[in-house]
Structure formats: structure tokens, C-alpha cells
């Protein structure tokens, strides 16, 4: 039995609704408790900002992809190389780190829990192999669904009820979290060299478009009652004039959940692009955050773009081939057999570039025109937009007004008649960002239940204490502070343990990784299905008796049951 | 000020050295230099027989002579910005990293990786070089930025690749690869070497003996004399829109 005291500390817990209340928090063994006993080990807060501990949303941490880029950029280990100390393993890297300086990052931010937001069903095992050594945060794995074969084919077929029963069997014999689609439709056709330019082409062979993929994913999502909701990366990532593809995509979403939103889209700056064309490209902004305004069924991550050097990675395969014509720089291209595909290629994010810094402006535009914290998080896209590491900054710029108009003077000077950034007054104040970076992406994960993203007795005790006094800072002026407290936790605890003070990790850590297996009738299990195993015969590099993962592989299996309307 | 490193027998003579502290202005103060050996830290008085003659106040001033078996040092003069070293035996991987300025002259053969990202300076091989002389770092867009190069012996694969700047002269032969990636700066081969200037970018690259496997994505413009040779002159590479020069005496195809 171990306890553990945080005294004094000023607490903002959103989903609670506490705002900067002095308060004691009791931990007893990993949980949070009303009280403990005399004996508790205790940490005197003194005042400093105390939250739970953050939660990435959409990051790429983990996985065959993520380790492509380190493959693919070994010039990349030459930054943020750090020795062997205490606890610690070497590391190295800058955007894309080696697994535990990723961890090691994180939890200096006070980051607990994590969601690698793409991983593929085939490649799965490394995925998880790779959060194993992600020690100090709990993960989980979105599941690439995007061009699934069977699944294009239930579409075709209209039979949505189909399409839930083979989420169903691949989330649980691949030990996902949740559903994603990358540019539905758009990477299977980059199997035909082609793509889809919005929701309304269809897909080659399959003859189903975008638009019927994303309604009867969501469907089949909410029929199996998964936690999150689909996530969504939209089609035509990163064109000129994507906006509307974007508002089209949004349109097609019913409210069916009372507890969450219906769709989860991520990374929105890359998806609200206006003009014709390079020449006149310009941010649309206004109208995607007005739309989820007016849409409680709508979550948003920011994508936010950084100046400086990165790798971008994704599984639309096409959208980097873009890219790849573009900077014709490295590129690397993968197709995972029935499922979908990826593409990498480093870029450098430039202040002089003019598109650079209107994508810049973009993604801070979104979440201070979304007027909800709750429906627009804080992202990076790490490391597409820029690696998280940048967190800290992109929050003293939602908060301080001087400080983006003082960033707005480095950049390309006719950014100014290109996006409404400059005419934003509003600062975002620290409850607003504690939503964006941990309530807001507990509750849009549906894991608030499972005890993440607050703090009430029950609650996993991940906490992450500032060095900063909110009544003492003053974000809008003093925005240096505040990078500087965010980008370094006094204490980071992670189920009740000390795991990082002051910049150092303490204790090698041990994750736990969420995983869902929703509960079908015999009629739906894909595993009896004739059809469906055809498929693994005659098509698949892998018997279906090797794909699914075995338990081992998952460090710390933490299963969601889920009953599905099978 | 002449500093004479004369290297101590060891009994493990297969261990590396890492030496990036042998730098002539390490020389001008008093400092404790030391350097690696496998995973141990050795004072330099350990590793070396030092002698110093004279006095100097400028890194310019300052000649390092090492000799002994040389060969199992590494990154000798990294990121040296002036001043001489010579090198009497061979010397090992990474000499002359990141060097801005100074000669380093070695009687012997260097290891791979001589003068990689150099950007000033001069280095002076009597001997043959091994894989990546002048070049760049796995996976970097600029090698040699500026600065010269000159081998007397024959270099090995990879020389010059991605050569952003600066002169590379061998004068024996080369071998694969040879100004792979190149996009600045001017490589000089005496002798053969095979599938010269792959993918280039810009920058020239003359072979002055044959080209063997030719890249074929080559424009033949003509030929042209170049000092005293008469050359042929090819442009690309074009599978990289590429507007470099690549001059060669002769070439051959791959069958």
C-alpha cells in the first residue's frame, strides 16, 4: 500500500468543474482517494498550477510508420541526443525520437496518457512492441480502417452491419483502440496510382465513395459502442481549397451519442485551405470553426504547424507523393496489403515561406474561433505539424494576443491579407487550456470513465504540477513564463508515482495499454465468416490464425469491453 | 609552437581512440585534454609521449606532429578551425569533421569518413582514403561545404557524395559512387572511378580517366579542352532535374 499527499495544490480539473481551487489530493495506490492516512508520503504544491495529466489525442509515437521516419532520416538522431542518466536510457532524435526519448519528453511536459493516432491492423505488433518501450505513458491505438477490402465491399453491399462486425473482430485481434480514416477511399485508390479528390468520387473496383465510407463507419462505430468516436483525417489533406471538401465531410454526421461527439476530425488546419492555387491560397478558418460551432457532434484537433524542421508521416499515401513533387526531397511510400498505405517525407516549416505561415496562422485561428475548448484540442499532429515538444508555445500563443502579434512580425509579410489571425483579440485563459490538452481529450476518447483526465477519487492519480502560480503570471505579458512552466513539470505522477521532477525522469515506468473488444453475437463473428476468411486465404501475406496479436505483446492489458448491438 | 604526440604502445592495440580534443588551439591553454579509449577516459599523457617546443598565441602558430600507430585514432582535428596537424603514419575514421580552417596533412592512408562536412581549410592525404572522403553525414542534404581536399593515393566508394562546395582532388583512382548526390562545389578524379556524379544536382565533376557505368540519364552535350585534356561534356543528372557539369576523358556504359 502506497500513499501519496499533494498539498496545496491549485487545482484546475475541468471535468469536475474546479477552476483554481486550493485543494489536497489524496493518491492511494495509483488511484485517487478522499483521504489517507498520516503515514502518506507528502508533496508540498505550494500553490503551483496542478492538473491531471495531459492527454494527446492524435500524435504518431509508436509504430512501423513512425520508425520508417527514424529509418529514413538518420540525420535526425543528431539533434536532442541525450546520455544514460539514473532511470533514464540514452536517446536521441528531434522529430522523430527514439521510443523512450518520446516518453521521456512527454512526461516532462506532465503528459500521462498518449493515442498513436494511425496504426495499421498488419503492422500491428510493432506498434505495440514500441509502446512497450514508451514506459511512462499509457497508450492506445487508433486502427486504420480507411481501405479495408471487406469493409469497401459491406459498403457496396450497404450491409452496416457488416462493417461493425469486422471493426469488431480486427479492433479485438489487433488490440485497437478506435476507428480511423485516413482520406477514406483516397489511399485504396493510390493502390491504382489514383486518389479521390473529395467525398463524392468513388473509390476504383469498389465503386463506393468517400461520403458512403465515413456514414456507415460512424454507424457501425456507435453500433459497437467504442469509447471514441471515428476519427477522421479528411480526404484531400493539404490542397488548396480543401475547405469545402471539409464542410462536406462534417455535413454527413449525425448526433448520435449523447456523451461524445460522432466524429473526432483531426489535424483541421491541413483541411482549411481556401483559393484556387498555391498563388492565392488562403486560410478558411471562419467557416470550418463556425461549423462546429454550431455542431455539438463535431471534435477538432488544431494540427497546429511550427517553424522549424520535422517529419511528416501519414497514411495518405498520394497526399505525400504531393508533398514528395513538391520539395522533391526524400520520400518514402508503403502499402499495407488489404488495408491501407503511408507515405514520409521530412520537411522544414519556413517563417520567409508564405504558405508555411498561413498553415501557421491557420491552426491557431481554429482553436480561437471554436468557441467551445471542449471541440478543438491541442495538437500538433506530432511530429507532422511540428514535434510536441512545441506544445508549451503553441499555448502561450492561444493565450497572449502580444505574443502572436509579436510571432506575426517574423513572418512572411503578406500573411496579413491572407487570414484573420491579426484581427483575433481573444486569449485563451488556463481552464481553456487545460480542456485542450487533457479534459478535452479524455472525454473526446471516452476514457474519463476509465479514470483519465481528472482527478475526482476513483480516477487513475496521473497528475502533472507547474511551476507556475496562476495569480501571479500573467499569460497575456509574461508569455515566456508560461512556455517555460509548461515545457517542465515540477512533479509528473503517473499512477501514483513519482515518474519526472524538474526535467528528469525518475523511475523506468510501467504503461498500460487500452485496447477495446467489443462483444458480438456468434452470427457476427467475422472469425466463422466463410467470406471473410476467403480473403485472408487468397489474398493476405498471413494466415489468419498469425494476424491477430497476442496478449503478450501488450504491456499491461487493459481490455474494454464493449456491447455491441450485434 | 610545435607539439610532438607520439602514441604509447598499448597492449589491446585493436581499441579505437576517440580523439576529438587533438585540436591545435586545445594546445594554447593549459587544459586538461583527454580523450576515449573503448569506454574508458584517458588523460592525454596517458595515450601520447607529449614534447612541446616553442610558444604561440594563435591557433595558426600551433603544429600538432602525431605519430605512432596513428591508425587507431579517430576524429583528429574535429572542428578544427586553424593551425597545422601532420600526421607522419595512417589515421583513423572521421579526421577533419566540421573543419573550418588549418591544413591537416597525413603521410599515410586515412580511414573512411576523411573531412566529412568540412568547411574551410585544407587536408592533404599522401596515401589512399577509404569509403566517404569529403562527404556528407548519413542521410544530411549538404556534405563538404568549402575548403580542399587533395588525395595522392586512390579514394574508395562514396567520395564526395553530396559535395555542396569546395575542391576534391584525387589523383589515383575512385571508386563507386563517386560524387553521388554532388550539388556544388568541384570533384577532380585522375584516374577511373565507376557511376561518377549520380544524381546530380549541380557543381562539376571531371574524371579525367574512364567512367565505368556511366549513369545514363546523362545529356551528352560535346566535348570541350580542359587544361591540356580534351573532355567530354555531359549534363544532369536528369532524373534529378539536375543542372550540373560532368566532364569525363572516357566512359562506358553498363552492358
Excluded at chain 1, 254 to 276: E, I
Excluded at chain 1, 319 to 336: G, I, P, Q, T
Excluded at chain 1, 378 to 383: A, G, K, W, Y
Excluded at chain 2, 134 to 143: C, I, M, P, T, V
Aim: glycine share 10%; aromatic share 8%; hydrophobic share 35%.
Amino acid at each position: 500500500m502506497t500513499e501519496l499527499l499533494v498539498k496545496n495544490a491549485c487545482v484546475i480539473d475541468p471535468l469536475q468543474g474546479i477552476n483554481g481551487e486550493v485543494m489536497d489530493i489524496a493518491i492511494l495506490d495509483g488511484r485517487i482517494v478522499e483521504a489517507v492516512s498520516d503515514a502518506a508520503e507528502v508533496i508540498d504544491a505550494r500553490g503551483m498550477l496542478t492538473m491531471p495529466g495531459g492527454v494527446d489525442s492524435h500524435t504518431h509515437i509508436c509504430g512501423t510508420k513512425v520508425n520508417f521516419g527514424r529509418y529514413m532520416s538518420p540525420e535526425d538522431m543528431r539533434a536532442g541526443r541525450t546520455p544514460r542518466r539514473g532511470a533514464m536510457h540514452a536517446t536521441s532524435g528531434y522529430s522523430v525520437p527514439t521510443t523512450y526519448g518520446n516518453s521521456y519528453r512527454y512526461s516532462v511536459m506532465g503528459y500521462t496518457t498518449l493515442l498513436e493516432g494511425a496504426m495499421a491492423p498488419l503492422e500491428a505488433r510493432h506498434t505495440h512492441e514500441e509502446f512497450t518501450y514508451t514506459p511512462l505513458q499509457d497508450t492506445m491505438a487508433n486502427t486504420l480502417f480507411d481501405g479495408n477490402w471487406s469493409i469497401l465491399e459491406a459498403i457496396r453491399d450497404g450491409d452496416t452491419k457488416r462493417v461493425a462486425a469486422i471493426i469488431a473482430w480486427t479492433l479485438k485481434a489487433v488490440k485497437g483502440f478506435g476507428v480511423k480514416l485516413t482520406n477514406p477511399g483516397g489511399t485504396e485508390a493510390w493502390q491504382w496510382g489514383k486518389n479521390v479528390t473529395c467525398i463524392r468520387d468513388p473509390v476504383p473496383y469498389f465503386e463506393v465513395t468517400p461520403a458512403e465510407i465515413i456514414r456507415s463507419v460512424v454507424e457501425a462505430n456507435e453500433l459497437l459502442h467504442l469509447p471514441h468516436s471515428v476519427h477522421l483525417h479528411c480526404n484531400n489533406l493539404g490542397t488548396p481549397g480543401n475547405y469545402t471538401c471539409t464542410l462536406g465531410s462534417f455535413g454527413l454526421i449525425p448526433d448520435l451519442n449523447p456523451k461524445r461527439q460522432t466524429l473526432y476530425a483531426t489535424h483541421v488546419q491541413f483541411h482549411a485551405y481556401g483559393g484556387s492555387g498555391w498563388k492565392d491560397f488562403c486560410s478558411k478558418s471562419e467557416p470550418i470553426a463556425n461549423y462546429v460551432n454550431m455542431r455539438p457532434q463535431l471534435v477538432i484537433d488544431m494540427g497546429q504547424v511550427m517553424f522549424g524542421r520535422t517529419t511528416t508521416m501519414t497514411a495518405d499515401g498520394p497526399m505525400e507523393f504531393n508533398l514528395y513533387r513538391l520539395h522533391h526531397d526524400k520520400w518514402s511510400n508503403h502499402d499495407v496489403e488489404l488495408e491501407t498505405g503511408s507515405g514520409i517525407i521530412p520537411v522544414v516549416y519556413r517563417r520567409k515561406n508564405l504558405v508555411n505561415s498561413i498553415m501557421w496562422a491557420i491552426g491557431l485561428e481554429l482553436a480561437l474561433l471554436t468557441k467551445s475548448p471542449w471541440q478543438c484540442l491541442l495538437t500538433t499532429d506530432n511530429p507532422n505539424g511540428a514535434p510536441f515538444v512545441k506544445y508549451p508555445e503553441i499555448a502561450a500563443l492561444l493565450m497572449s494576443k502580444r505574443y502572436r502579434d509579436a510571432e506575426f512580425e517574423t513572418i512572411h509579410p503578406d500573411t496579413g491579407s491572407r487570414v484573420p489571425l491579426p484581427a483575433i483579440e481573444r486569449e485563451l485563459d488556463w481552464y481553456e487550456i487545460a480542456v485542450m490538452t487533457r479534459a478535452g481529450g479524455a472525454k473526446a476518447l471516452g476514457i474519463q470513465d476509465l479514470g483519465k483526465g481528472h482527478l475526482a477519487p476513483g480516477a487513475d492519480a496521473d497528475i502533472a504540477i507547474y511551476p507556475l502560480k496562476i495569480d501571479e503570471v500573467d499569460p497575456s505579458a509574461e508569455y515566456q513564463k508560461v512556455i517555460d512552466g509548461l515545457s517542465r513539470t515540477e512533479y509528473t505522477i503517473k499512477r501514483g508515482r513519482i515518474v519526472a521532477r524538474r526535467g528528469e525522469c525518475l523511475v523506468h515506468g510501467s504503461n498500460a495499454t487500452f485496447w477495446v473488444a467489443p462483444k458480438v453475437s456468434d452470427d457476427y463473428d467475422m472469425g466463422r465468416d466463410p467470406d471473410f476468411i476467403e480473403k485472408f486465404d487468397r489474398y493476405y501475406t498471413v494466415r489468419m490464425r498469425n494476424y491477430p496479436v497476442q496478449e503478450e505483446y501488450v504491456n499491461q492489458s487493459r481490455c474494454i469491453v464493449t456491447e455491441a448491438e450485434l | 609552437m610545435k607539439v610532438t604526440l607520439a602514441m604509447k604502445p598499448a597492449t589491446k592495440g585493436f581499441i579505437p581512440i576517440e580523439a576529438e580534443s587533438i585540436v591545435p588551439k586545445n594546445f594554447l591553454s593549459d587544459t586538461d585534454l583527454s580523450v576515449w579509449r573503448g569506454n574508458r577516459e584517458l588523460r592525454l599523457d596517458e595515450a601520447f609521449e607529449i614534447s612541446v617546443e616553442g610558444d604561440a598565441d594563435r591557433p595558426e602558430d600551433v603544429e600538432v606532429v602525431l605519430s605512432g600507430e596513428t591508425s587507431r585514432l579517430k576524429r583528429v582535428g574535429e572542428y578544427m578551425d586553424g593551425g597545422k596537424i601532420t600526421i607522419l603514419g595512417g589515421i583513423g575514421m572521421h579526421c577533419g569533421n566540421f573543419m573550418s580552417g588549418g591544413t591537416i596533412e597525413i603521410q599515410g592512408n586515412a580511414d573512411g569518413w576523411l573531412g566529412r562536412e568540412m568547411s574551410g581549410g585544407t587536408i592533404v592525404c599522401r596515401g589512399d582514403v577509404a569509403d566517404y572522403c569529403a562527404s556528407g553525414y548519413r542521410g544530411g542534404r549538404k556534405g563538404m561545404k568549402g575548403g580542399k581536399v587533395e588525395v595522392f593515393g586512390r579514394a574508395g566508394d562514396f567520395l564526395a557524395e553530396n559535395l555542396a562546395g569546395g575542391t576534391v582532388i584525387v589523383h589515383g583512382d575512385a571508386g563507386d559512387m563517386a560524387g553521388a548526390e554532388l550539388r556544388g562545389g568541384t570533384l577532380i578524379v585522375h584516374g577511373n572511378c565507376s557511376r561518377p556524379a549520380a544524381n546530380m544536382k549541380e557543381g562539376s565533376c571531371y574524371v579525367y580517366g574512364t567512367a565505368r557505368g556511366m549513369i545514363p540519364t546523362f545529356r551528352k552535350i560535346g566535348t570541350v579542352r580542359h587544361e591540356g585534356r580534351t573532355l567530354i561534356q555531359f549534363a544532369g543528372d536528369l532524373a534529378n532535374r539536375g543542372k550540373g557539369n560532368l566532364f569525363v576523358k572516357d566512359y562506358e556504359y553498363l552492358d
